[in-house]
C-alpha cells in the first residue's frame, strides 16, 4: 500500500499524521527505507504513491533506491528538487543545442500549456526542471507518464494541484514514471514537474491522458469535499456505529477485543482512542479485503507522535509498540488510500493495561572484593528486583564512588515487570594514588518512580605486601606475621628494605582478611 495518511490538528487534541512511505514491514523504525518525514502539511497532500504502477515499484531493499529515498526531502521546499522559488539559475548545465521547443518552462510561471496527448524529443539536464500547466475540471481523473533510459540519467515526475501543492509523485530507479489523480476536487490549472535526479542530460517522451468525466458528485449526491469537521471529505454518514470518528477530538473511546462490520468509505478516517497505562504493550490488526479497497493502519501516542504503520498490500494490517513510555490516551487509525471503500475487522489486545499497582526497587549485594591494591580492577554484582505489584518502563542502578574509584551506571532495556530479578556485574577501576583505607561504595536501584541503595565497604591495601609473603603462598601467613613483627623489633630488613610499624599493621590486615598479596 502506498498512501500517504494524515489527520486534522487541533486545540485540544493531538497533531496526528501518519508518513506511509512504501515498505516490507509493519514497523514503524521502517529501517530498510527512511522515511519522508518532510511533508509539513499533510492536510495539504491528499496523496503520495512514489510509484505510477505499484506492480513495477523498485526493490525497497535496493540500495540505490534507499540513497535515492534518502535524498528527497520535500514537495513543499523541494530542498533536492528544482522548484519556482531558488535563485538556481535552471539553464546553467543546459547547451542551448538540447533546449526543446517548450522552453523556457523551469518554472510554475513559464509552465508550457499543454493537453493531453504525447509529447516526444523532451529534454532537460542538471538544474533545469521542465513544467507544464494543463486545464482540468472539477472530476476529471489525469494520468502522466515519461519515458527515458534510466541509464543515462534519473528524471522524477511530480504533479501538483493549482495550489502548487503536490498530488503525486513518482521516485523510482526504473526507466519510467507515472503519476496521476482521480476525479480532481476543483478546477484549474494543474501542473505536470519533470526533473533530473543526478543532474545529468537526458532526453524523454512524455504522455498526458485526461477522462473528463463528470467524477465530482458521488452516487449519492456528495460532493466528496472537505467534511464539516476538517476532516478532508471524510464520512460522517453513520456507515458504522462508531462514525462520527474521522478526526482525534472525535475518536471513538474503545478497549481491548474484536470489533466487527466496521466500514471505510471514500478514503475516510477512523479514529479509535484507547487508555494504556505505563509499560502497557498493544497489538491491533485489522482484515479486509485488499481487492475491494486498500486500508492503512497507524498507531499513535498521547502527543499525536507515530509509534507504527503498516501499509502492506496484503488482505491485513498490523501494528504493535511494547512497553509504552507513559499513561494517556492513544490512537489507532484506519485509513483508505486514496478513495479506497471497505468493511473491516478490527482485533485490538492489551498487555499490562490492567496493571494498576506501583513498582518497587530492592537491591541486594551478589559479590564483592575484601579488598584490592591501588590501581587494580575489581567487580560486583547487585540484583535488582521488582517488589512491587505494578511494571515498570525503566529502571537501574546508580553508583556513588569515593574519588579515586570509578565503574558505570546501569540501564535496564525494556524496564523491569513486577516481581521480576535483574543481575548486573559492574567493573570498577581504581586510582594508583588512593591511599591506604577502608572506603564506601553506594549503589542505588532505581525501578520506575521507586529506588533503594545499599552501600558496599572497599578497602584499598598496600601493593607492596608481596616482599612480606616469606613462605611464598600468595597469602600473609601467620608465620609471615611473626616473622614481620620479629624485624621491625630487631631493626632487620625484608625484601631489602627496613620494616616499619605501619608494615607491621598492614601485614596484620592481610593476613585477617585472607587478602591476596
Partial sequence: MTGLVGAASAQQSPDISLDTTPNTTSNSDLN??????SYSDLNRIPQLKSYGDLNEKPNSGSDAYRNKISKLKSHGDLDEVPDSSSNVDRNQTLDPADHDEFEPNNEFTTAASITEGTY??????GNEADYYAVTLDQGDSIETSIDFDHDVGDLDLLLYGPDQTPLDASISITDGELVSATDVSESGTYYIHAYVFDLASVSYDMDVAVDSSDG???????????GDDGSDGGNDGGNDEYEPNNVPETAASITEGTYSNLQIVDGERDFYAITLDEGASIETSISFDHATGDLDLGLFGPDGELLDSSISVTDDEYVSYSGVDESGTYYILTEGFGSASAPYDMNVAVDGSGNQGTPAAAIDVRTAPDAVSGGESFNMTFAVTNTGDGDASSGGIQFETPAGVTGPNVFFTGGIESGAQKTETVSFETDTSMSVGVYTVTAEAVVGESSDSTTVPVEIIDNELSRFD???????????VLATIQANNNGTNIGGEPVTFQDVIDVIRAHNLETPV
Avoid: Y
Fill in 32 to 37: 530498510e527505507i527512511s522515511q519522508l518525514k
Fill in 120 to 125: 516526444s524529443d523532451l529534454h532537460t539536464a
Fill in 216 to 226: 465530482g458528485d458521488g452516487d449519492d449526491g456528495s460532493d466528496g469535499g472537505d
Fill in 470 to 480: 616469606l613462605s611464598d603462598t600468595g597469602t600473609i601467613t601467620n608465620e609471615d
